[in-house]
């Protein structure tokens, strides 16, 4: 039985969900994703590959007579499961592509988009469904503070290839510097949690172990955040996932010339990407982080391939 | 023997005429409660754009809403897994057999169910405000129902219970 599987394929549509539950531990533990198109097999993703599910819960690596399809009924169906029937609370969210579920899973959402003063203000006619699967590793951090937090804090960018681990591994951070877990000491540490997924807090208790305690932002955007936190969290670092755009760069340079330490993740799959992605580029340009870790691509998550001093990658961008 | 069937099938009539009475005024009731529902339900997801479930679990808790016991009936249904529509369609028809509203009092709730959660805060918002001046019609009909037939329904059991009397006695 996987906990996590389980309770994320539960808000499927019974029609789809009902075979995939039935599917074998040793799949549940490997998936990460779960995605659903209309007139499409159901896929189950994993580290090894895709596999196509079949009646009766069995998988396969090839498309057969019995393999499980996804109707548009059903996707409609999983949409408004995966929304609890309130498109209302995720109006934002949907704009962005996403729906944030409890437990820290999320559904990435293809459809067409409707445009209203130039931007995307909702998606209608739900096509594609990707379920992601939130994981909770509690070691995956493990490498990083013995490696960059054993002599106090640091301000970090954690870069990678999508599924690389980098929301697990900055959330095993967050537990473990509020925690002591890194130098010994419990450092006062504010989780801005745009999309819900670092900490999941449903009711105001986060869904995943953080330790000792996190200040958690949940839902707000991070120029606000960070302005907010600041002000009135007095941390001594910031988490926070994702950093996508300048305006939430300007937020984070602002935050450091308050003296707080910044922990933040990239999209990136090398270095090379590093130093020509304009938004890397400027991360690189504040001058206020100190490390760049890069996650290793391919294989298991969470694994850091090497770790850049910032100030060298600056000069080799030359920013 | 005869005076007693006679005094009992008075009684009767009486009680009938009282019961009667009791559910104009139930009614009014329960569409006022139904009106300051959709208020809070309005006020409640404008401020906090909470889902449905745990809206309709914040106003079951309401001492206010005492009446509306298909709040709680949906909550529960939401938390046992079933999908918010048919939770609703549920818990309003079982609510349905406990109050003596009418049918068109009860198709304003069912449709309440049909449009919840399926736009966006604006959409949820405008429909409740439809919903709550729909509500406030009934309640305005059934107060005046309540005050034309109220005390007749009374009257006429008293009535009937003294003709009862005269035949038998």
């Keep these: ?34 995605r659903l198109r209309v007139g499409a097999p ?13 009646q009766g819960g069995k998988h396969s690596r090839l498309r057969q007579s019995s393999t499980l399809i996804a109707t548009r009924g059903d996707v409609a169906d999983t949409f408004a499961r ?28 293809c459809g067409t988009a409707v445009v209203s003063a130039g931007e995307v203000s909702s998606v209608q006619g739900i096509s594609s469904i990707n379920l992601r699967i939130a994981r909770e590793n509690k070691s995956a951090a493990l490498e990083l503070c013995s490696r960059v937090f054993s002599r106090g804090l640091s301000s970090i960018v954690i870069s990678g290839e999508p599924s690389s681990g980098k929301t697990t591994m900055l959330r095993d951070l967050a537990r473990r510097l509020c925690t002591g877990l890194c130098d010994g000491n419990c ?19 986060p869904s995943f172990d953080m330790g000792n305690g996190c200040d958690i932002m949940t839902g707000w955007p991070k120029a606000a955040a960070v302005t907010a936190a600041v002000r009135s969290m007095s941390p001594d670092i910031i988490v926070c996932d994702e950093i996508a755009d300048s305006e939430q760069l300007r937020a984070v340079a602002q935050g450091f010339g308050c003296g707080v330490h910044f922990a933040v993740s990239v999209h990136a799959s090398c270095k090379r990407e590093i130093l020509m992605r304009p938004l890397a580029r400027e991360l690189l340009r504040t001058g206020a982080f100190d490390h760049i870790v890069q996650l290793r691509s391919g294989g298991k998550p969470c694994t850091i391939g090497e770790i850049y001093a910032a100030g060298e990658l600056a000069r080799a961008a030359g920013v | 023997m005869s005076a007693a069937a006679a005094l009992l099938a008075a009684l009767s009539c009486v009680l009938l005429g009282v019961r009667a009475s009791g559910n104009y005024a139930l009614r009014v009731s329960v569409l006022e409660e139904l009106t300051a529902m959709t208020v809070e339900m309005r ?7 909470a889902c449905l479930c745990e809206l309709l679990r914040q106003l079951s808790r309401q001492s206010t ?27 309003v028809d079982d609510f349905e057999a406990t109050v003596p509203l009418h049918g068109s009092d009860i198709k304003v709730l069912r449709a309440m169910g049909d449009f919840a959660g399926i736009t966006d805060i604006a959409g949820q918002l405008e429909f409740l405000r439809l919903s709550e001046s729909m509500l406030c019609e009934r309640a305005q009909d059934a107060r005046q129902a309540q005050q034309k037939y109220g005390k007749v329904c009374v009257t006429l059991g008293v009535s009937a219970a003294a003709a009862v009397c005269l035949i038998f006695l």
Excluded: N
């Design chain 1, 1 to 34: 039985m996987c906990r996590r599987y389980d309770d994320a394929v539960s808000r499927i549509a019974p029609s789809l969900s009902h075979e995939l539950l039935l599917v074998g531990d040793e799949l549940k533990a490997r998936c990460f994703e779960v």
């Design chain 1, 42 to 54: 159901v896929m189950l993703c994993t580290l090894d590959g895709t596999f196509f599910v079949c």
């Design chain 1, 82 to 109: 995966l929304s609890g029937y309130s498109l209302h609370s995720h109006t934002r969210d949907i704009a962005q592509g996403f729906v944030g579920l409890e437990g820290g899973h999320r559904a990435g959402l």
């Design chain 1, 187 to 205: 450092y006062r540490v504010v989780v801005v949690d745009e999309r819900g997924e670092l900490c999941a807090v449903r009711g105001g208790e």
């Design chain 2, 43 to 49: 006020t409640r997801m404008e401020y906090s754009h």
């Design chain 2, 65 to 91: 809403l005492s009446h509306l016991t298909f709040l709680d009936g949906c909550a529960s249904r939401c938390d046992s897994g079933e999908p918010f529509p048919s939770a609703w369609d549920g818990a």
